[in-house]
Structure formats: C-alpha cells, structure tokens
C-alpha cells in the first residue's frame, strides 16, 4: 500500500522528523543516521515509531544490521524530499530577496526589440538587480519560438502573427515599418509613400523567415508580384549601409530610419500601409512555472510604463 496525497494531508508531519527519517534510508541504519545528525538513537527511534503510529504503516523493516524502508517508507521518503526540496528552494528564493536577486536569464529577440526597446528597459530592470545576468540571442520571430517552446531560453521577444498554442504570449510594444532610400533616389524628397509605388524596386531584405521579410512578401503578392531582392542582410545595419550605396531600398522600423538617415546618405518614408503598424508580442512559458528571476523580468518588459 502506498501513502495517498490525501493521506499525508491529514497528518501533522514536522521537517525535523521528515529529514530524520530520510537520513535513516540513505544511511540504512538508525545508528548511522542518528551520527550523521548528530541526534541520539533512541530519540530518532521513537519519532519514527510515533510516525509510524500516527500513519497506521510500517515505515522500516528494522534489524540487526540496519533498517530497509518499506513500501509505504518508499512513498513517505519520496514526498519528505519533495517537501524538503521546496522548502529549500523557497528559503533560497527569500534569501535573493534579502540580500539581492541573482540568477541568469536567457532571452530571444528580433533585431527591432534590441535596438529599440530593450537597453532602456535593461537598465531600469538592472538598477534594481544588479547581481541578474541576462543572456540575449539576436534571431528572427520564428526561431524565437522555436527556442522557447524548447525550453532552451525564459523569454522570447517577436513580431508578426506566428502561431505558440503551446506559449503565453502578451503584448509587448509596437512599431511602425519604413522605406528608405538612397538620398539620390526618385522618391528621396517624398514624406510617405504606399507599398504599390516601390513594389517594382530593387530590395535589401532581411534574412528569409523574418518578420519582415514576411509582411513584404505578402504586400508583394496581394499586387500579384514578387519583390526583387537583390540581396540579403542579417540586420538593419548593414541593410541601411547597401541602400547607402545604392544596392536597392529597404523596409524597416521607422526609429531604425530615422536614426540611419541622420547618418548614412539614406532618406526615410512613411509606409502608408495597415500592415505597416506592427506588434510585437512576448512568449514564454506561464509565469508561475519560470524561476523567479525570469518571472521579474517578464513583468517588467510588459510593463508599458518602463
């Protein structure tokens, strides 16, 4: 017979007789145990025997050289380490508290997320956690979620209208999309501009799977057409760069032109379409299942006011 959920609910179990009793199995002997915890024998002898009387079970076969734990021993050491285990990580939690949060997180973003929102928030989170190491990856939306449905980072920051059934996803900022162009360009003088005008151009895209690189090529084939791209880049960097030096035009977020445009021979457009005004969405997995690290984190890029 093993010991139900419900069964350990309705006994009064004390933490000190929980690791006793653990100490007991892993050492095979009461002697042993009451050595290692620097307790008497018999004291350990007779909170066992109340448990056991208290629970209506044998706990452990007790013999000459040792104790073996029994069937429901087996199921009580197993739920006495789960307790135990919990307890210390809720001790270690408030600690952090106390003394200063640390731990490491891992977070996926779009090159528009850390070039635009993300240092500020960074500083602002990192001011009140100095002892936080977070780890940022640069990818585009769609391995984004890859890697958090893969557990192989806490969040993920992303654009576009990607399916996560398996993710919680919320909202995060949003943006507007950009044409820029060479200054030398038939357009340069122009303050905005629809998609259908420049649908013929030459293009700098962003690497295939972008976000993106996704809404051009929709626009493109609501027209019937498929963009030229001429080349493709991994950021927006070297993208405003090519269109510098007259390699085609490029879409990007409107804060990414309004910056390359005070500094590369470029000039920026307003993009007179729906699609134009993006969101971007945070993923993870629930809150309550990420450490407390990563959950403050989230929190606090979700807050709008930061």
């Not at 135990?84 to 508290?97: A, T």
Request: with cysteine; aromatic share 4%.
């Amino acid at each position: 017979m093993e010991l139900e959920d419900q069964s350990l609910m309705r006994i009064q179990f004390d933490l000190v007789t929980l690791r006793l009793f653990i100490a007991i199995v892993e050492e095979g002997s009461i002697a042993r145990a009451a050595e290692r915890e620097n307790i008497v024998a018999s004291a350990i002898s007779k909170r066992v025997a109340d448990l056991e009387q208290a629970l209506g079970v044998e706990l452990l076969q007790r013999h000459r050289r040792g104790a073996i734990v029994t069937g429901p021993g087996e199921a009580l050491l197993r739920h006495a380490r789960n307790v135990l285990r919990d307890l210390s990580q809720l001790e270690g939690e408030l600690v952090e508290h106390s003394q200063g949060l640390k731990g490491q997180v891992r977070l996926f973003a779009n090159s528009t997320a850390i070039l635009r929102f993300l240092p500020r928030q960074l500083v602002s989170f990192l001011s009140h956690h100095p002892l936080v190491q977070i780890e940022i990856e640069e990818n585009i939306s769609p391995q984004i979620l890859k890697a958090i449905a893969g557990r192989e980072g806490e969040i993920g920051i992303f654009g576009g209208g990607i399916p996560s059934p398996d993710l919680h996803i919320q909202p995060y900022r949003e943006d507007r999309l950009s044409v820029v162009v060479p200054r030398g360009h038939r357009l340069a003088k122009r303050e905005i501009v629809r998609f259908a005008e420049v649908a013929d151009e030459d293009f700098v895209g962003l690497q295939s799977g972008s976000s993106i690189d996704g809404l051009t090529q929709r626009a493109a084939g609501e027209l019937g057409k498929s963009p030229n791209l001429r080349i493709r880049m991994t950021g927006f960097d070297p993208l405003c760069h090519m269109v510098e030096a007259g390699l085609g035009i490029g879409i990007v977020p409107e804060s990414i032109a309004s910056h390359y445009a005070r500094t590369l021979a470029i000039a920026r457009l307003a993009l007179d379409e729906s699609w134009a005004k993006r969101s971007l969405k945070l993923a993870s997995y629930p809150s309550s299942s990420l450490a407390i690290t990563a959950r403050l984190l989230l929190e606090h890029l979700a807050d709008p006011a930061t």
